[in-house]
Structures are given as structure tokens and as C-alpha cells.
């Protein structure tokens, strides 16, 4: 079950977290930085929306980028989703629970190549005593035991160190906008279909060279930006449609205050964002042209949206016409 454990704390880790003490950071610039940030904004294809229709002869696909933790904002967007999944044929998630196996130990056995280091490779033997040190306090809090901890994958604390305090809000919280999508088109009959197999995120982050990941490690270690303003900046961009605003925002800051090491954190956090959202938006095309329904939703993550190579781009390369839809 340790594994399962570090799963809930790496894609859930702001459950279990203090309360949230960062801001919005749009607000905090200055005239220049605003303009700068403007200009950034407008050689980004479909930078803003959360919600596209992709028409293509007598097919429509809704595409509504979601996020994966819950606000209590989101009961209105899906007051005006509601209908639309109704009316829809079938409806797209990235991936689907019920896909994965029903016995944890199934699971564990499945995917623990993505947690697991290579063989004859250990973290206290390749980081230095002082941040292996920092890696063992690390391992304490996601649960995992001293005689594991060198033997778990670089990524797995460099998620667990770049987590935030400022989680789900409201009752409901827990519930993102994806997972409320799910819940209701199973209840109502709606046909659901994955874009990907389960597996296929987790390899975003454990395919990556492991050199690469050590060297991300090490930089978040010691960077000081603050994850809680990250946190809020995406979140408050998110709910303003303009999720791009606030990730490439984020991204200047944290590579700021990385310093001299401004560069090489840059690079890494390209590399995993292809990996994490541009390579994976590709093999969901693939997806979606074998489809023949004439009314599809597709919910993903609303970072998967924009961009040269992200989901509406790619529509749109393949001959749908885009309109931006309302959202809430």
C-alpha cells in the first residue's frame, strides 16, 4: 500500500497541507511586467478560454479544460455544463479510474516501474549528504520508509517539494472539475471513454533521464520560490479563463528565483512540460480521429488547452473550425 500512499500524496498533496497563505501575483506587477506579461500572452495560440467547440462537418467536440482540485466556483460552471453533457454522445476524460485494477496490490505490481529507481542506482549515493538529508525528511512525510526512501525515482520528491498549501476549497472541494464531470454523466448514462491508459501521465515524469530528474531534485531543493503563490496565481487565472497568464507568469517567477541557476530550471521545466502536456495532447488526436459520434465532450486539463501544440491547435490543424463557448 505504500505506494498507493505516495500517489494520493503526489497528485492530492494540498489534503493534507496547512492553510494556504499565497496570493495572486498578476495584481503585484508592475506597468512593464503587465505589458511584458501582455506581449508573452499574445504569441500563444487559444491562450484564453476554458471552453472551445471544434466543428468538423457534422461532428462537434465541447473541449472544456478543467482543474484537477476543487473550488467551490465550480458548482456554476457546472450548472452550465450540465445540459451539454446531456446532449452529448460520449463523453472524454484524460483517464478513467475504473480502468485501473480493482486490487491495490494489482496496482502496486503494475506501476511501481514509474516510482522504483534503476537498478543498482541509489539517491543517498548520488546526492550530497546535505540533500539526501532533506530527501529522508521528505520520504518521512510521504510515508515511505528509510530502507525505501534511496530507492524511490528523483521526480517523486520533486513533486512532493514543488506541493502547496492552498488546496480545494468548499465542501466539495476535493471533487475537481473532471472528477464532477465524471459523476455526473455516470449517473445519468452518459457514455465516458479515456484518452489515455493509466500509466500514461506517470510516465511523463519517470521516463525522463535520470540525470535529469537528479538535477531537477537538487534546484527544487533550493529554490525559494513560493509553491502557495503558484498555487493561487494558476487557480485565480484559471477561474479568469486566461490559465496562460498565470502559467507563464509562474514560470518567470520560479525561474527568477532560481538564480544562477536560472537556465538549466528552465530547460527542465520545458522538458517536462513536453513531455507532460504536448506529447500527450498529440497521442490524443489519434484518439479522437477514430471517433465517429457526432456530439463529444472532451474535459482534460485546462493547461492542455493552449499552446502551439496544445489540444485546440491541434483540432484546428486538422480542419475543425474553433469557437469559444461560455463557460460559467
Known amino acids: 500500500m505504500r505506494f498507493l500512499l505516495i500517489i494520493f500524496w503526489l497528485f492530492f498533496p494540498a489534503l493534507a497541507q496547512a492553510a494556504c497563505s499565497g496570493e495572486d501575483l498578476r495584481p503585484r506587477l508592475s506597468a512593464k511586467s503587465a505589458a511584458r506579461l501582455e506581449q508573452a500572452v499574445a504569441k500563444v495560440p487559444f491562450a484564453e478560454g476554458n471552453h472551445w467547440i471544434a466543428r468538423r462537418g457534422e461532428q462537434s467536440i465541447h473541449v472544456v479544460g478543467t482543474m ?27 483517464q478513467l479510474a475504473s480502468n485501473l485494477p480493482e486490487d491495490p496490490q494489482e496496482v502496486i505490481k503494475t506501476y511501481q516501474h514509474h516510482f522504483v529507481m534503476p537498478r543498482g542506482k541509489r539517491l543517498d549515493q548520488l546526492l550530497s549528504p546535505a540533500d539526501y538529508d532533506a530527501i529522508r525528511l521528505q520520504a518521512q512525510l510521504l510515508g515511505i520508509s ?16 514543488r ?15 473532471d472528477e464532477r464531470i465524471r459523476r455526473f454523466a455516470l449517473k445519468r448514462g452518459i ?30 531543493l533550493h529554490n525559494s520560490f513560493s509553491n502557495n503563490d503558484l498555487a493561487v496565481t494558476r487557480r485565480e487565472a484559471f477561474f479568469d479563463e486566461n490559465l496562460t497568464e498565470g502559467w507563464i507568469l509562474t514560470s518567470w517567477k520560479r525561474a527568477e528565483a532560481a538564480g544562477r541557476d536560472r537556465a538549466q530550471i528552465e530547460r527542465l521545466d520545458a522538458q517536462l512540460f513536453r513531455r507532460l502536456h504536448d506529447n500527450r495532447n498529440k497521442a490524443w488526436m489519434s484518439v479522437l480521429r477514430s ?17 502551439r501544440n496544445g489540444v485546440l491547435n491541434l483540432l484546428q490543424r486538422q480542419g475543425y473550425i474553433l469557437e469559444r463557448a461560455k463557460f460559467r
Open 146 to 161: 528509510q530502507d525505501i526512501a534511496p530507492f524511490v525515482q528523483p521526480w517523486v520528491y520533486s513533486r512532493r517539494l
Open 191 to 220: 457514455a465516458l471513454g479515456a484518452l489515455e491508459k493509466p500509466g500514461d501521465g506517470l510516465r511523463a515524469f519517470s521516463g525522463r533521464p535520470l540525470k535529469d530528474q537528479l538535477r531537477l531534485l537538487e534546484l527544487n
Open 68 to 94: 484537477h482540485l476543487g473550488d467551490g466556483r465550480m458548482h456554476r460552471v457546472m450548472r452550465q455544463l450540465r445540459p451539454l453533457i446531456l446532449s452529448s454522445d460520449l463523453v472524454f476524460l484524460e
Open 291 to 307: 471517433r465517429t459520434e457526432k456530439d463529444i465532450l472532451v474535459a482534460v486539463g485546462a493547461a492542455h488547452l493552449p499552446g
Open 163 to 177: 506541493a502547496s498549501g492552498c488546496g480545494p476549497r468548499g465542501l466539495t472541494g476535493p471533487r475537481g472539475l
